[in-house]
């Protein structure tokens, strides 16, 4: 095992080039934790608010960005069980992914799905845990029920849009482009509104309300999403890339019986995190096993590129995900 790796490190606060490339000592698993050598690092929009100086790591995660991994697990520190060194991995991380090696809790890691390379499965942490926690366990989503996703081109957007399909659900999704559009009905939407051409409050109360959505634009789409709830919807915040504060009328809230929730995956304990992997390995890894669902990948870049993964990113001309080659 060397001592010193290949990182990249956010150097301060600011744009993407505060991104350099540096070199950092080895991380060591401590009990209950696996060390990955990872392949393959996932791009998230929290790495880039991480980088902007307005997403703090917690306390004892890597100051490395990076919250997903693939690649082989590397060591195994004392009371590991279920996973050898050399199995193939891919992993929620506290933070640290943007580096040759690093730790997450074993109970964050789950196997590469059947027939899926590395570089796929780095990609479906970050948004699977996100989205199976925020959509299905808290926002409660039936099948037959009607579910409207911001951002559907997304990451998120686009994990969203395949898994609520795959349940039942009638789905909806808003983006930027005619381009984006496609993308989302591609992948089940029956609808996907250009946002920048159509209103979605109007379609959706055409169609009788959304029984849930799941936003992160916020801004005054949180007015909007309560317009365009049917009677005991949910809402679930999961960012507000248009700003958190709104003013709000909640007798609306009273009179049609909603519920306004919402999450953020990174500062859960380790053991609710755990909890989420372990529903995800029974229900969801199946579906990735047998190519029903698939991430949508967009675009790769080399580690010491990160800089040029944060700027595609925030162009917003992507389609899915963006990933990082390590090694
Ligand atoms: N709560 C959590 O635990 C959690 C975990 C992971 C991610 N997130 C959040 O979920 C969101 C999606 O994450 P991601 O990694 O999938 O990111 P992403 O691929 O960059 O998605 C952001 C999307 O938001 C849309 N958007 C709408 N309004 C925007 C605005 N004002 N500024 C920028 N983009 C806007 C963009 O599409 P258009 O160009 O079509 O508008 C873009 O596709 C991010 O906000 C992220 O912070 C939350």
Redesign the pocket.
């Known amino acids: 095992m060397p001592e010193m790796m290949r990182a990249v490190e956010i150097s301060e606060p600011g744009g993407p080039e505060v991104l350099k490339p540096t070199h950092r000592p080895v991380p060591q698993p401590g009990p209950g934790e696996i060390l990955i050598r990872v392949r393959w690092a996932g791009v998230?929009?929290?790495d880039a608010?991480q980088r902007a100086g307005s997403y703090k790591a917690p306390p004892q995660a890597s100051d490395l960005p990076g919250l997903e991994a693939s690649g082989e697990v590397a060591a195994v520190g004392p009371e590991v069980s279920g996973w050898s060194v050399g199995d193939a991995v891919c992993a929620l991380l506290p933070g640290g992914g943007y580096a040759e090696f690093a730790v997450t809790p074993a109970a964050h890691a789950l196997p590469v799905p059947d027939g899926m390379d590395l570089r796929e499965a780095a990609c479906l942490p970050?948004?699977f845990f996100?989205v199976w926690s925020n959509v299905f366990q808290r926002g409660g989503l039936k099948a037959g029920e009607t579910f409207l996703v911001?951002?559907g081109?997304?990451?998120?957007?686009t994990t969203a849009i395949q898994l609520a399909s795959h349940f039942g659900a009638r789905v909806f999704a808003t983006?930027?482009?005619a381009e984006?559009c496609a993308a989302c009905a591609k992948l089940g939407a029956k609808r996907a509104i250009n946002y920048r051409e159509e209103d979605f409050v109007e379609i959706l109360r055409g169609e009788g309300g959304a029984n849930l959505i799941l936003d992160?634009?916020g801004g005054d789409y949180i007015t909007r999403n309560v317009k365009s709830l049917a009677d005991d919807g949910r809402l679930v915040m999961?960012?507000f890339?248009?700003g958190p504060k709104v003013e709000l009328n909640f007798a609306q809230v009273m009179l049609r019986r909603l519920t306004i929730t919402g999450?953020?995956?990174r500062p859960q304990s380790d053991f609710a995190k755990a909890r989420i992997a372990d529903s995800l390995r029974d229900r969801v890894w199946p579906l990735l096993s047998n190519g029903e669902i698939a991430p949508v990948m967009d675009s790769e870049f080399a580690l010491e590129d990160a800089a040029k993964a944060h700027a595609r990113?925030e162009s917003?001309g992507?389609v899915g995900k963006i990933v990082l080659r390590i090694s």
Do not use: C, F, Y
């Open positions: 998230n929009r929290p608010l970050e948004t996100t911001h951002g081109s997304s990451g998120i957007g983006a930027g482009t984006k992160m634009v999961i960012a890339l248009q999450s953020t995956l990113m917003s992507h």
